[in-house]
């Protein structure tokens, strides 16, 4: 149904029919100027407009196309929005369109309150390793891959990734981007696949022990690990009661990120790792 209507010349008894702007706006509990702001967007023009002095008159035959601009307005629409819906064929589409992004909002806002119930609950704990769902650009990384006996033997197998790739003259990209992910679904605590991911600047031809790697961007649910690599199981814990209870899904291989360690850092207490898992919104 048009909301827009020309206003045009009337005869004596179609003008005994109208209300100045005044009364209009009166009438309909807006103002003067918001009337004058719809006749502007193209929303609603006054029924007649006085040639001589400008004067603006409206009918209450269009007190219903004011009230869907207000009840439009109130469900979320924008002015182009209403605009839009009065120019288009299939106006059932453009709704549902709008239904499924209030869903979306509505679905943002659920995950925020969940948030902030784990404050509430744990307030020192959340604060010191919140969960932040963040999207990883893709990155072009020198690779190890390796069966180890424990994840211990992940200090020995660094080493000699990084002679590797100085050998080969691999520049490491910046900011640095270290990790490793776990080929093997499921935990294991002995021989175990890993694939250790350093992001560089370019490829380079692949020898027996690197080889190089596009990864894609993802979305991952990410949290920060304070300390030993011993305490990763409660970190975990925690960013998985996240992901199942703000309705994600994992898509992908569960990336542990280094970004200080023995390496920079003399004491366990000191190292800082990044807990990142790749996932996306369960299928409701």
């Not at 769902?133 to 000699?160: C, G, H, N, S, W």
Request: hydrophobic residues 40%; glycine residues 4%; contains cysteine.
């Amino acid at each position: 149904m048009k909301m827009v209507k020309e206003h045009k010349c009337l005869d004596e008894k179609e003008k005994s029919h109208l209300y100045k702007i005044g009364m209009f706006a009166q009438m309909n509990h807006i103002t003067i100027k918001t009337l004058r702001f719809y006749e502007e967007q193209g929303l609603l023009f006054p029924a007649f407009v006085d040639g001589e002095n400008g004067y603006r008159y409206y009918t209450m035959d269009q007190m219903p196309v004011l009230h869907r601009i207000t009840a439009l307005k109130q469900a979320g629409f924008t002015l182009e929005d209403i605009r839009k819906l009065n120019n288009i064929s299939d106006p059932a589409g453009f709704l549902a369109k709008k239904k499924e992004e209030i869903l979306s909002k509505i679905s943002d806002l659920t995950m925020q309150l969940a948030m902030i119930d784990g404050y509430m609950a744990d307030s020192n704990a959340f604060l010191d390793a919140p969960v932040l769902i963040k999207t990883i650009p893709a990155v072009i990384a020198a690779t190890m891959q390796k069966r180890i006996e424990t994840y211990d033997a992940l200090f020995d197998m660094m080493p000699v990734m990084g002679a590797e790739m100085e050998r080969l003259d691999v520049t490491c990209a910046l900011p640095e981007y270290c990790f490793t992910h776990y080929l093997e679904a499921g935990y294991k605590d002995e021989q175990i696949l890993v694939e250790t991911c350093q992001a560089v600047t370019e490829r380079k031809e692949d020898t027996s022990l690197v080889k190089f790697k596009e990864f894609p961007e993802i979305q991952a649910a990410c949290i920060y690990h304070k300390g030993s690599y011993n305490d990763f199981p409660r970190t975990y814990a925690a960013i998985l009661k996240y992901i199942e209870e703000n309705e994600y899904e994992i898509c992908g291989n569960i990336r542990e990120k280094y970004i200080d360690g023995v390496w920079n850092k003399e004491t366990e207490e000191d190292w800082l790792s990044e807990i990142q898992i790749p996932v996306r919104r369960a299928k409701r």
